[in-house]
């Protein structure tokens, strides 16, 4: 299971509803949950962002919401969730990392946006991760890109002769 919590749902719906990955959850070989942040917002006006305590420009991720999506997305004990967040500052994204991230039950992907988050979340996450060294427009680019990445290695998705897990 692959859960994406995210400001903006719409990103990525359509995205997963073509091509491989969409043959992947029509086989059941995995389950795509996408979380919509808002849901947890501190107001009926959808607050999930706030100044920077330290200031600074821009706007960052309040800690409120996202811990709450976070214990949304990771509500199965029995199974083991490694949460990942989007940030410029994490570690690189790899095939290596794709290759773990493949036998894990659940993975937990978080897209980042505006400048940043609150620093409390990383009690709450297991790592943050980047594609590379450029801005985009928001981490649900960047999670797209994971889930795609870690679907390909799912034994069944591809034709026998393409599959690489476990390389």
Same mark, same amino acid.
């Given at each position: 299971?692959?859960? %994406?919590?995210?400001?903006?749902?719409?990103?990525?719906? =359509?995205?997963?509803?073509? /091509? %491989?990955?969409?043959?992947? +959850?029509?086989?059941?070989?995995?389950?795509?949950?996408? %979380?919509?942040?808002?849901?947890?917002?501190?107001?009926?006006?959808?607050?999930?962002?706030?100044?920077?305590? =330290?200031?600074?420009? =821009?706007?960052? @991720?309040?800690?409120?919401?996202?811990?709450?999506?976070?214990?949304?997305?990771?509500?199965?004990?029995?199974?083991?969730?490694?949460?990942?967040?989007? /940030?410029?500052?994490?570690?690189?994204?790899? +095939?290596? #990392?794709?290759?773990?991230?493949?036998?894990?039950?659940?993975?937990?992907? %978080?897209?980042?946006?505006?400048?940043?988050?609150?620093?409390?979340?990383?009690?709450?996450?297991?790592?943050?991760?980047?594609?590379?060294?450029?801005?985009?427009?928001? =981490?649900?680019?960047?999670?797209?890109?994971?889930?795609? /990445?870690?679907?390909? @290695?799912?034994?069944?998705?591809?034709? #026998?002769?393409?599959?690489?897990?476990?390389?």
């Amino acid at each position: 299971k692959i859960s %994406i919590i995210t400001l903006f749902p719409n990103m990525l719906k =359509g995205f997963f509803a073509e /091509s %491989i990955v969409k043959k992947a +959850q029509e086989k059941k070989l995995v389950e795509i949950e996408i %979380i919509d942040l808002r849901l947890y917002a501190l107001d009926k006006y959808g607050t999930v962002d706030d100044r920077p305590y =330290g200031g600074g420009a =821009g706007m960052v @991720l309040r800690i409120e919401p996202l811990k709450e999506a976070i214990d949304f997305a990771c509500n199965d004990k029995l199974k083991k969730c490694r949460t990942v967040l989007t /940030s410029a500052k994490g570690a690189r994204f790899n +095939q290596e #990392k794709a290759n773990k991230y493949v036998k894990l039950d659940h993975l937990v992907v %978080i897209a980042g946006h505006y400048e940043g988050f609150d620093d409390r979340v990383t009690s709450y996450i297991d790592e943050e991760v980047s594609i590379g060294d450029f801005i985009l427009t928001g =981490g649900e680019i960047v999670a797209a890109a994971i889930t795609d /990445s870690v679907i390909r @290695l799912i034994p069944g998705v591809l034709k #026998k002769e393409e599959a690489t897990y476990g390389l």
